[in-house]
């Protein structure tokens, strides 16, 4: 199950359930359309006996959100799936968005490669730099989207668990 929602006033939500048989429900209820795709991320929709134009404009997997111009018109999209929920319902909407502020080593070894520099932005899972250890190479990767404010290592440093090596503004 999908929660999906309009961003610009006003604000819709809709309930969206798909199964792996390719049925859909939405608000409860069958959802029939036909789709054609066009190319370029332009589509044909027919739908309650309407003729549409859909464009995907962009798609953020990991935000959940998608932006398309529908007949023309912008529509700014945000879906929560049902962990979403379950952690907005806790109050903790926010803890998947937490700021990154630092990476650490997660264990001791020794720094061969840092492919980063000061001032470079990065999205998250760009690789980091190489921390070796026992006599195995580990890219560590950005645990989310930054701008690298300071490198607190020189290439050839070993280092110890825990101990901060990237520092993001």
Same mark, same amino acid.
């Given at each position: 199950?999908?929660?999906?929602?309009?961003?610009?006033?006003?604000?819709?939500?809709?309930?969206?359930?798909?199964?792996?048989?390719?049925?859909?429900?939405?608000?409860?209820?069958?959802?029939?359309?036909? *789709?054609?795709?066009?190319?370029?991320?332009?589509?044909?929709?027919?739908?309650? #006996?309407?003729?549409?134009?859909?464009?995907?404009?962009?798609?953020?997997?990991?935000?959940?959100? *998608?932006?398309?111009?529908?007949?023309?018109?912008?529509?700014?999209?945000?879906?929560?799936?049902?962990?979403?929920?379950?952690?907005?319902?806790?109050?903790?909407?926010? +803890?998947?968005?937490?700021?990154?502020?630092?990476?650490? +080593?997660?264990?001791?070894?020794?720094?061969?490669?840092?492919?980063?520099?000061?001032?470079?932005?990065?999205?998250? #899972?760009?690789?980091?730099?190489?921390?070796?250890?026992?006599?195995?190479?580990?890219?560590?990767?950005?645990? #989310?989207?930054?701008?690298?404010? +300071? *490198?607190?290592?020189?290439?050839?440093?070993?280092?110890?668990?825990?101990?901060?090596?990237?520092?993001?503004?």
């Amino acid at each position: 199950m999908l929660q999906v929602r309009t961003e610009a006033a006003p604000q819709q939500t809709w309930e969206v359930n798909y199964q792996p048989n390719g049925a859909i429900t939405l608000n409860g209820e069958p959802f029939h359309w036909d *789709i054609a795709p066009l190319g370029n991320g332009r589509y044909h929709l027919l739908y309650g #006996g309407r003729s549409y134009t859909a464009e995907l404009v962009t798609a953020d997997y990991a935000a959940k959100t *998608i932006s398309l111009k529908l007949n023309g018109q912008k529509l700014e999209l945000q879906a929560k799936d049902r962990f979403d929920l379950l952690l907005d319902k806790l109050g903790m909407s926010n +803890a998947a968005s937490q700021k990154v502020n630092d990476l650490k +080593a997660p264990m001791p070894g020794l720094i061969v490669d840092i492919r980063v520099e000061p001032g470079q932005m990065v999205q998250k #899972g760009d690789p980091l730099l190489v921390l070796e250890a026992m006599k195995m190479e580990n890219i560590l990767k950005a645990p #989310g989207d930054g701008t690298v404010a +300071a *490198i607190k290592v020189a290439l050839r440093d070993n280092v110890t668990k825990g101990q901060v090596l990237i520092l993001f503004s």
